[in-house]
């Protein structure tokens, strides 16, 4: 990591993985920029950390408006830099894809898809301007195996595959990393908690998944990790 703190940004960080890595990061002494819908447990954050005289700068943001994730990009980069965007907010609704309603289809390719591409789109300039940085997406297991239940989130995550990977090819002459991680089951509150007391044994921990965003972030300023597939040793609920 270099001498100066490196910025941040974490969406979807009042929650499961983002959380986790927001704690896991600004234990690295890096500067945290946590955002979510959710103020009040972004805030909770804080609460944690204080024992270890650390925080993180809370800045709430709904990544389904790219006016509010323009607005709270504007925001961290007044008092700021963004060197790392952590592109994790997401959600599921485990229906067919019969079941779904629109408002359903909508929200999920708002959230996992279009605002993914919007925090991208809002830190791209300063990151040019920069010399460089590391773009970090939580897409998922879908994007590797089929599974039924999961025809809204299994588009939004390609979708995102195929942005980044496209992405990847244009900003390498700009230093800037795209890297990929695609976790399988991970005991977080997207799932019910009926799944996670049945199967938490075997599920991975978001703890576990912070530390390998960490890892990923602090490589060799040479070396892109592009794509990282994590799995339960069991495999696949
Ligand atoms: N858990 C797994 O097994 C698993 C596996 C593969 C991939 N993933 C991916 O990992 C990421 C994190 O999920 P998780 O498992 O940690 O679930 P989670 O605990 O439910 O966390 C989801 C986070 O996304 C945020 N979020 C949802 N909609 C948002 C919006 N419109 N704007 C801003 N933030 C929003 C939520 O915060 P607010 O409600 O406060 O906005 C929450 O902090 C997701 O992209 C998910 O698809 C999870």
Request: aromatic share 6%.
């Amino acid at each position: 990591m270099s001498k100066e703190k490196p910025g941040v940004w974490i969406t979807g960080a009042s929650s499961g993985i983002g959380r986790a890595a927001a704690i896991e990061f600004a234990k690295t002494g890096a500067k945290v920029f946590a955002s979510g819908r959710r103020a009040a447990e972004l805030d909770r954050i804080n609460t944690e950390l204080d024992s270890d005289k650390i925080s993180v700068e809370v800045f709430p943001c709904n990544v389904a408006s790219h006016t509010n994730v323009d607005q709270t990009v504007k925001k961290i980069l007044a008092n700021g830099k963004i060197d790392c965007l952590i592109n994790n907010a997401g959600i599921t609704s485990f229906k067919l894809a019969e079941e779904n309603s629109i408002n359903e289809i909508n929200d999920i390719i708002q959230t996992n898809l279009l605002g993914s591409i919007y925090a991208i789109k809002a830190v791209l300039p300063q990151m040019i301007s920069n010399g460089g940085g590391a773009i970090i997406n939580i897409l998922s297991v879908v994007t590797k195996k089929t599974f039924t239940k999961s025809s809204i989130y299994s588009a939004s995550k390609f979708g995102l595959l195929g942005y980044t990977n496209s992405l990847r090819e244009e900003v390498r002459k700009h230093n800037i990393k795209v890297i990929n991680v695609i976790p399988g089951a991970t005991a977080t509150p997207i799932w019910s908690k009926e799944i996670r007391n049945q199967f938490s044994d075997r599920m991975m921990t978001a703890e576990d998944i912070a530390r390998v965003l960490v890892w990923a972030y602090l490589q060799k300023e040479n070396l892109v990790t592009e794509e990282l597939l994590l799995r339960p040793i069991e495999g696949d609920l």
